[in-house]
């Protein structure tokens, strides 16, 4: 029988890489197999896994329940998609029983993922998500949006959308410290909150630092 989170790694990783390679249109050639320039969508999934295993136990979520939604929430999600209906939660959730079919993750436990995966949609709550497993990969998603990997992810991905500029990923940044706020703010569990806060002051702190050495140089030096 194979093992649950070998299934659900190689399911994002087949969908992620195939899409990335389609989006970027160019390629590196790596031990003779091509791979993305970055692939973003199994990047921003490992660090939402990463965030699901410190978040769950402190909650006393289900661990098995919230990584696994945690691997699989995007797995339908594909780059530049955002002029269609976005319908990427139903169509994972969809997918989850096929993904998990003969490996060892419990049966049983496959409703709870889906929920999880179908309600982790939106930068904003108007109230605490429920069960507790549904509101972890909400916060852990979100988490990912905020601190240091995220300004790694957001950087990589930020030239295959449009030509880059160190003024417009700062302008594009600042933008989303806006948003980034609503996220702190909603976030279901203490322990994420917690986190958001710190992890938002980092951001802001890099914008503003950013900020001062693109439009005022003397006043860095100075600083
Ligand atoms: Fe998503
Ligand atoms: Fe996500």
Redesign the pocket.
């Known amino acids: 029988m194979r093992a649950w989170r070998e299934a659900c790694e190689a399911a994002i990783r087949a969908s992620s890489a195939a899409d990335a390679l389609r989006f970027w249109r160019i390629s590196h050639e790596v031990g003779g197999c091509q791979e993305p320039v970055f692939d973003y969508r199994f990047e921003?999934?490992l660090a939402?896994v990463k965030v699901a295993r410190w978040l769950a136990p402190q909650v006393e979520a289900d661990p098995e329940v919230v990584e696994c939604a945690a691997w699989l929430?995007?797995v339908r999600?594909y780059l530049k998609d955002a002029q269609g209906k976005d319908a990427h939660a139903e169509a994972a959730s969809a997918a989850v029983e096929e993904i998990l079919a003969g490996s060892d993750f419990p049966r049983e436990k496959i409703p709870a993922v889906r929920h999880a995966i179908e309600h982790?949609v939106g930068l904003k709550l108007t109230k605490r998500l429920k069960p507790i497993e549904t509101a972890c990969l909400w916060d852990a998603?979100k988490l990912?949006k905020l601190g240091a990997a995220s300004l790694v992810h957001f950087t990589s991905i930020s030239g295959a959308f449009q030509p880059t500029t160190t003024e417009r990923i700062l302008e594009r940044g600042e933008a989303w410290l806006q948003l980034a706020q609503g996220i702190v703010k909603s976030m279901n569990t203490k322990a994420a909150r917690k986190e958001a806060k710190r992890r938002f002051a980092f951001i802001s702190n890099h914008y503003r630092q950013l900020r001062r050495e693109w439009s005022d140089p003397m006043k860095t030096s100075q600083a």
């Open positions: 921003h999934t939402v929430h995007d999600k982790h998603d990912s």
